[in-house]
């Protein structure tokens, strides 16, 4: 199985029937989509339109023209936000041939994401399930976790009564708690993912 998808598309395209955008407009498209970049990188992705309308200098009315609303933003620029980095990865878990290496690689690295960018939480919630490109990133993430959780336990590396789903609400608890609570030092943040890779130690 291949983690890999084709590039986010850019809803705002159905917005103009597939006609170039005047300079006006597409200096507006790229405005928004800087704006909630910036946005949604420091806040995830229930930031209010309104807060990134007024940032990119436009009204809230022009983000629906252009993209159609939240789910058509969130389709143009998750690709930047998370999902290429999310792609690298799960293929650099692939490619990682000892299989306790491959899952412990895997699980820092998405810890590492997760730290610096909290729309991944937001992609493992589906917080919005009527955006497409979110959905694949979802999906793409359970194909992977399912299959290296299956590559551990045939190996014998990891407890047997460890699955994906519970890395699943172990990442989204991990994900809440840096939204919900201070922020910790990178230090200690990484300190506590070693003891939880620690945990998935045979017993």
Same mark, same amino acid.
């Given at each position: 199985?291949?983690?890999?998808? =084709?590039?986010?598309?850019?809803?705002? &395209?159905?917005?103009?029937?597939?006609?170039?955008?005047?300079?006006?407009?597409?200096?507006?498209?790229? *405005?928004?989509?800087?704006?909630?970049? &910036?946005?949604?990188?420091?806040?995830?992705? !229930?930031?209010?339109?309104?807060?990134?309308? &007024?940032? /990119?200098?436009?009204?809230? /009315? +022009?983000?629906?023209?252009?993209?159609?609303?939240?789910?058509?933003?969130? %389709?143009?620029?998750? =690709?930047?936000?998370? @999902?290429?980095?999310?792609? @690298?990865?799960?293929?650099?878990?692939?490619?990682?041939? !000892?299989?306790? *290496?491959?899952?412990? +690689?895997?699980?820092? %690295?998405?810890? !590492?994401?997760?730290?610096?960018?909290?729309?991944? +939480?937001?992609?493992?919630?589906?917080?919005?399930?009527?955006?497409?490109?979110?959905?694949?990133?979802?999906?793409? &993430?359970?194909?992977?976790?399912?299959?290296?959780? *299956?590559?551990?336990? %045939?190996? =014998?590396?990891?407890?047997? !009564?460890?699955?994906?789903? %519970?890395?699943?609400?172990?990442?989204? /608890?991990?994900?809440?708690?840096? $939204?919900?609570?201070?922020?910790?030092?990178? *230090?200690?943040?990484?300190?506590?993912?070693?003891?939880?890779?620690?945990?998935?130690?045979? $017993?």
């Amino acid at each position: 199985m291949s983690p890999r998808t =084709g590039p986010p598309g850019d809803r705002e &395209a159905a917005h103009v029937a597939g006609a170039p955008l005047r300079a006006d407009a597409a200096r507006n498209v790229a *405005q928004i989509r800087a704006a909630a970049i &910036a946005a949604f990188r420091g806040r995830g992705l !229930d930031t209010p339109l309104e807060e990134i309308a &007024a940032a /990119a200098g436009v009204s809230k /009315a +022009t983000i629906y023209n252009r993209f159609g609303g939240r789910a058509g933003l969130i %389709d143009a620029v998750i =690709g930047t936000l998370v @999902a290429a980095e999310m792609h @690298a990865i799960m293929d650099k878990a692939l490619h990682v041939a !000892d299989p306790w *290496q491959a899952i412990a +690689t895997y699980v820092t %690295d998405r810890r !590492d994401l997760q730290y610096r960018e909290p729309a991944f +939480t937001d992609a493992l919630l589906m917080s919005y399930p009527e955006s497409g490109q979110l959905a694949v990133i979802a999906t793409a &993430a359970i194909d992977m976790t399912t299959s290296l959780v *299956q590559r551990s336990h %045939d190996a =014998g590396v990891i407890r047997r !009564d460890f699955t994906a789903g %519970d890395l699943y609400y172990a990442d989204v /608890a991990n994900g809440l708690a840096l $939204r919900k609570l201070p922020r910790p030092a990178r *230090q200690d943040y990484d300190r506590r993912v070693r003891f939880f890779l620690d945990s998935l130690r045979p $017993r």
